[in-house]
């Protein structure tokens, strides 16, 4: 079975400086999907982020990157220029590369705080 | 075009009742899971259905039950509540032909058990 751990329960950053997130991950698959979401106090989960194991560049969306490094089975996530709107939650998921199989494996979370 | 739809949005029950928590996906999406969120802890895997059958069930007691409907909305039972049971059910739509891995939740059915 596939785990994820979050180490970091609570992480803090000034408004307009860059912060990592830590995630790894424990699996015996060779191939698979790897995701950041974040989830606000409105409870909903939006995704942040996403990387394909197979593919060795690192995902980059807007002010979010991720270093992945699969032999390490890390997977850490980057914000930069952090913002009032990025605090939230943000778990680190995992999913089986299966046609169909839609299950996650979330990690326990990390509480983001933006400090004006 | 609409996002994944929860309802109810909160709801309080007892110990010993039933409840049926319903979700709407989005449209074109064939699929639907189910996670629990206890305070302070990550989702957890409940059930997945696919084309109106189950793919995918994690390790909940069989108090826990769904059902896809024709038009792939979805149902989650609980039947027997336990204190336990209270958490934030969150509903997730997915387009499987698309294999991008990404679900898209709803803003989820909070469960106070008393």
């Known amino acids: 079975a596939q785990t994820v751990t979050q180490s970091q329960p609570e992480m803090s950053v000034q408004e307009a400086e860059t912060v990592t997130l830590s995630c790894t991950y424990d699996?015996?698959?060779?191939?698979?999907?790897l995701f950041w979401y974040k989830q606000p106090p409105s409870r909903q989960m939006i995704l942040v982020i996403r990387?394909?194991?197979?593919?060795?560049q690192n995902a980059t969306e807007n002010r979010f990157s991720v270093n992945f490094q699969k032999a390490a089975k890390s997977f850490s996530l980057k914000i930069s220029d952090s913002q009032l709107g990025d605090a939230a939650m943000y778990f680190c998921?995992?999913?089986?590369?299966?046609?169909?199989?839609?299950?996650?494996?979330f990690g326990t979370g990390t509480r983001l705080t933006i400090i004006p | 075009d609409a996002g994944v739809t929860q309802s109810p949005t909160h709801l309080i029950k007892t110990r010993g009742q039933q409840v049926t928590l319903r979700c709407s996906p989005i449209?074109?999406?064939?699929?639907v899971s189910w996670y629990q969120q206890v305070l302070g802890q990550g989702p957890q895997f409940i059930f997945q259905?696919?084309?109106?059958?189950?793919?995918g069930r994690g390790n909940f007691p069989d108090r826990f039950s769904a059902r896809q409907f024709p038009n792939y909305s979805s149902e989650l039972n609980v039947n027997a509540l336990l204190l336990g049971d209270s958490a934030l059910y969150l509903c997730?739509?997915?387009?499987?032909?698309?294999?991008?891995?990404?679900?898209?939740f709803g803003e989820g059915s909070r469960l106070t058990v008393l």
């Open positions: 449209s074109g999406h064939k699929s």
């Open positions: 998921a995992y999913r089986s590369p299966n046609f169909g199989n839609e299950k996650l494996t």
């Open positions: 997730a739509s997915s387009s499987v032909q698309a294999n991008t891995g990404e679900l898209f």
């Open positions: 990387q394909e194991a197979y593919k060795q």
């Open positions: 259905y696919y084309e109106k059958e189950e793919r």
């Open positions: 699996t015996s698959e060779s191939d698979y999907y």
